[in-house]
C-alpha cells in the first residue's frame, strides 16, 4: 500500500526558514515522481517542486526557484522540501504526492495529507 506521511509545516517569520518532510512507503522511488504540491485559502492547489526517482531530475515553479529545494534521502524513504526566505504568500497548506512517471504526480495518484505553513509579515 503506498502511503505518504507530510509534517514540518509551522508558523515562521518572513524570511524565515522550514524545512518539510514527506515519509513515504510501499512502493520503489526509483519508479516514481514525488511532488510538493500547496494550497493557500480561497486558491486551487498549485504545484511547487517534483524530483524523478530514476534519475533525480527536479523540477520547480517560477515563483519558488531559488528559495526551495526538493532532495531525497540515502534511504530513499523521506522527500525533503527545503524552504528557505520564506514569504507571506508562501502561507498554505502544503500536500506530498507520487506517481508513476518523469513529471508531477495528477489529482488520481497518491496524495498524503496536508501540513499548514504560515508565514507573518
Do not use: H
Amino acid at each position: 500500500e503506498v502511503q505518504l506521511q507530510a509534517s514540518g509545516g509551522g508558523l515562521v517569520q518572513a524570511g524565515g526558514s522550514l524545512r518539510l518532510s514527506c515519509a513515504v512507503s510501499g512502493f520503489t522511488f526509483v519508479d516514481w515522481t514525488i511532488g510538493w504540491f500547496r494550497q493557500a485559502p480561497g486558491k486551487g492547489r498549485e504545484r511547487i517542486s517534483c524530483i524523478v526517482g530514476y534519475d533525480g531530475t527536479t523540477y520547480y515553479v517560477d515563483s519558488v526557484k531559488g528559495r526551495f529545494t526538493i532532495s531525497v534521502d540515502d534511504a530513499k524513504t523521506t522527500v525533503y522540501l527545503q524552504m528557505n526566505s520564506l514569504r507571506p504568500e508562501d502561507t498554505a497548506v502544503y500536500f506530498c504526492a507520487v506517481g508513476l512517471g518523469t513529471y508531477y504526480p495528477t489529482e488520481e495518484d497518491y496524495w498524503g495529507q496536508g501540513t499548514l505553513v504560515t508565514v507573518s509579515s
